[in-house]
């Protein structure tokens, strides 16, 4: 298949070492506003074509699937004009910042004969599916607390009086936009949509979040998702039973899973995913190939349930 | 000074072992509604007077110091009549079940020329002094996760239909009551208090919450307190700053306190104390013999502000 990428920082690194994994690419084009960063890409990765300039990509390229991991608030024009351009896209998270956003572009792309997928790789990381096995031991559950805390180095440009982009409104920035995402894809595969939502957060002067806790309320159990890009969590993720408890070293890598209860603990997997976002290529190449309208709808799905909770954290 | 117990369950056990240690008491009344346990006491501590009356051992009893240890709801008028018979109270957490109680019994005390504390063993321990301290370090805060969730074993009760009284709102039972307290103690008295309060609640059939999430907005940091009676955590406790975390071992026993930054852990604190109830136990007799209204009243505003809190976690 012929791909196009747009975006050179080290998430489409991240993309293109799985992507040579998964062999099912050409390297056709790439795009960026800075050509330096082009020309770097094209000469690592061979890419046959360069654009500092999207909308020519989309016009002038030939491509089955592109790769969009640019910031936030680009995404949902960027993918519409791509789908509409009957090319595949496989975008960052997250690929719209509203529900009503994604429901046009499951549209668009229905329209046009084409799929596209949000590039969540820890919803297609294999442990998951295993993290989701060892817990049904565990039930019924009472809590569980999920964290992405992570001091971004922009934060101190931030603080210089720069206005990095991952901390602008217009950008899409935040915690919740760019971590909270993670934990709460994994807690609503885990455990389905909440009845209910609380949250709060601590909001910077660009109007983006720094932190926000979100309480989702299942009935009989409560679920707190923590994010943060101004500070470090080095705690672990728990899900509890009544009596027995499910760590996991981090929500996305999800390579170390620990059982433990007040005899010990052990340890269910260790096994750490290098390129782990091969998953997430390989479910959409095979969404593609087989044109899995189920598949593709089901992992939709879980990306309208994260933005229906984000929207009620909105409200206030 | 002479003392009295009421209750006889292993906080009383804990209380007066600790007693011993600060060597102030003599050991002269005790009461519960179970003749048997109260001449398990008398035999195990040699109190001299036993009563399954405790408006009997107020008329009769010549005390000093009144340990109260009954179930939550019966604090505030048991406090109270003490109060009235000129009897200085130490009684167990939470003290009342509101502030305008509280408040009463600050007047009643006054009134009478005595003192009362509530038995809030962390809140007197030294290392709790000395985690604030470490703290400043860390500056600024971003963020914070105190949990105490510990199964009941009293749940089992409950799931077996009885009604055991930690489970009743009639007698104040409920996760915040029992531990949530203690969360929110270590908060305020670490960060003061707080801009605004967010909370969900997992609430059993009796009408009290089997889990709580309390959300603390200090404008610049969230700190998070969970508590839950019928599932265990096996997280640490954690206080972040920018670039560093420190994290302590459990909220209440303070004995453990390790700061973390990316490059490492170092301990702070490891330093197991046995008995710590002799703390609260020594200040209280501080604040009686030196009639020290200052300090009376600063252990009180503590009491207060968490009420406060818990209070507003009860508006929805």
Excluded at 22 to 48: I, L, W
Excluded at 95 to 119: P, W
Excluded at 144 to 167: C, L
């Amino acid at each position: 298949m012929k791909l196009g990428v747009i975006g050179t920082s080290w998430i489409s690194d991240s993309f293109l070492e799985s992507a040579k994994i998964v062999n099912k690419f050409d390297f056709v084009a790439v795009a960026s506003p800075r050509m330096e960063s082009v020309e770097k890409f094209q000469k690592k990765y061979g890419f046959k074509e360069t654009y500092t300039d999207v909308s020519l990509m989309a016009e002038k390229s030939k491509l089955d699937v592109v790769y969009i991991a640019t910031p936030n608030s680009f995404h949902y024009e960027q993918t519409k004009l791509f789908l509409n351009k009957k090319v595949n896209v496989i975008c960052e998270k997250p690929i719209t910042l509203s529900r009503s956003e994604l429901i046009d572009l499951k549209e668009t792309a229905l329209l046009n004969g084409v799929f596209f997928i949000e590039a969540m790789r820890s919803l297609h990381h294999p442990n998951l599916k295993k993290l989701k096995e060892f817990i049904v031991d565990i039930k019924p559950f009472r809590h569980a607390s999920f964290q992405f805390m992570r001091y971004s180095s922009k934060y101190d440009a931030y603080k210089n009086g720069e206005k990095p982009k991952v901390f602008l409104k217009e950008f899409g920035g935040g915690a919740v936009n760019d971590l909270g995402v993670y934990t709460l894809t994994t807690a609503l595969y885990l455990f389905g949509k909440p009845l209910k939502v609380t949250s709060d957060s601590v909001i910077l002067d660009t109007l983006v979040d720094a932190s926000t806790v979100i309480t989702l309320n299942y009935g009989t159990f409560l679920v707190t998702c923590s994010s943060s890009k101004v500070s470090n969590s080095y705690l672990m993720n728990e899900i509890q039973g009544e009596k027995e408890s499910i760590l996991l070293n981090h929500v996305t890598h999800l390579d170390k899973i620990i059982k433990v209860n007040d005899e010990g603990s052990c340890t269910l997997l260790d096994d750490r995913i290098d390129h782990d976002m091969q998953y997430e290529i390989k479910d959409f190449i095979s969404i593609i190939e087989n044109k899995d309208i189920q598949m593709f709808e089901e992992y939709l799905t879980y990306t309208l349930d994260v933005l229906e909770v984000i929207e009620k954290t909105r409200i206030k």
